[in-house]
């Protein structure tokens, strides 16, 4: 509908320069630059590295989006980007962009959370979240079942992990076995091929007393490091399908368990999955089997929207239009462990309880960077 908001969204909290555009519910554009081909031969994200690359790739992929999108800059409503969590350097770069191009424009500027972003994206999916909706957000940073009324305002925590992510353990894994890096596709591709059931690696935290909705993913690292370590101390060939598949089995085993049974407890009849672990294949597979057994209705998003992206931070910010929350203000920055029950961030002077401002008019030059 034309009268919807009409929401550029700028992520840089990872090595994924992206920048989507969305009216109301409605994907228009979703262009990324990625970095990943600059890091592969680090095994992990250089932060430095991401940074610079989120430098060169904005403005062209801010141009590539609007022509994507077929929009003006003119016409957007708002300007949404990653506050945090994130790389504090590569956030700041996306954030001084979108701060740029906002006050250029005379445009409202929003400071969204990455992780309720990943959530949000699903609207333009599957249409308006269902109120509550119980998440489970997985991705390279962060594992955690969070309760939401209200994705611009409300999102609670029932559990999350208390060692590594579960995207983490797949990268871990992957390195391990010399597939490269992320993990998380290539131990998809191999697990396909592989058993699930060739070998009992550990579910962490399912024993009777344990935390019902807390995960922990060290424990299973360190179990298949071994096991593969044994293997190869041993001469023998490691049967790295088999390996990928078990592996990943009990990953999405505990995933889609504790989170049918958070649904349950919580009276919830809808689970929603993101970030970028929820485009695992099995995942997917699995909770649909699951989530039918329970009566529970699944929503996950396509795969390129479930890892890091634009559009993802446009459908939060386009949805903090529509309730009328508060645009940021320019001293907005960014902040690389922003907790997750702040999906808003409207900026210091706000935080401190200033008077709130219609702030493209109001604010002068002088703190457009502070
Ligand atoms: O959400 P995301 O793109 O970035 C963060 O916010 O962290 O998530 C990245 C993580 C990486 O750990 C990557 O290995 C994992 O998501 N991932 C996957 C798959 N695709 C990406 N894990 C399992 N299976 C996949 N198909
Ligand atoms: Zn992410």
């Known amino acids: 509908m034309a009268d919807e908001p009409l929401v550029l969204g700028i992520e840089t909290s990872c090595d994924e320069t992206g920048v989507g555009i969305v009216r109301g519910t409605t994907l228009l554009a979703d262009a990324v630059a990625s970095s990943v081909d600059e890091h592969a031969r680090f095994g992990g994200v250089v932060p430095e590295v991401a940074s610079r690359a989120h430098l060169e790739a904005m403005v062209p992929t801010i141009e590539r989006a609007l022509k994507e999108a077929g929009v003006g800059a003119k016409d957007l ?16 770069v996306g954030v001084s962009a979108a701060k740029a191009y906002a006050y250029a424009l005379g445009k409202p500027l929003y400071g969204v959370n990455h992780l309720a972003s990943h959530i949000c994206v699903d609207q333009l999916e599957h249409g308006p979240l269902p109120e509550p909706t119980m998440a489970l957000l997985v991705s390279g940073g962060h594992s955690s079942l969070l309760l939401s009324e209200d994705i611009t305002a409300d999102v609670r925590p029932m559990g999350a992990t208390i060692d590594d992510a579960a995207g983490e353990a797949f990268d871990k894994i992957a390195r391990v076995l010399d597939l490269g890096f992320p993990g998380g596709p290539v131990i998809d591709r191999y697990a396909r091929e592989g058993d699930p059931e060739a070998i009992a690696f550990p579910r962490g935290l399912t024993g009777p007393r344990d935390a019902a909705y807390d995960f922990s993913f060290s424990g299973l690292k360190t179990a298949v490091a071994r096991w593969i370590e044994a293997k190869r101390a041993a001469g023998e060939e490691v049967p790295v399908r088999d390996v990928a598949a078990s592996f990943q089995e009990a990953v999405v085993d505990v995933l889609t368990r504790k989170a049918v049974r958070a649904c349950r407890d919580a009276g919830v009849d809808h ?27 699944l929503r996950v998003p396509r795969p390129k929207l479930c890892t890091d992206n634009g559009a993802m931070v446009a459908a939060l910010g386009a949805e903090m239009v529509a309730r009328g929350r508060a645009a940021s203000d320019w001293d907005l920055s960014a902040d690389s462990s922003l907790p997750v029950t702040d999906p808003h961030v409207p900026g210091r002077a706000h935080a401190h309880g200033a008077q709130s401002h219609d702030h493209v008019h109001e604010v002068g030059e002088e703190n457009l960077y502070s």
């Open 77 to 92: 409503d708002g300007i949404a980007v990653t506050a945090g969590p994130g790389l504090a350097g590569a956030l700041l």
């Open 271 to 297: 689970l929603m999955i993101g970030g970028g672990v929820a485009a695992n294949s099995r995942l997917r597979v699995l909770a649909q089997e699951r989530c039918e057994a329970a009566g529970i209705r």
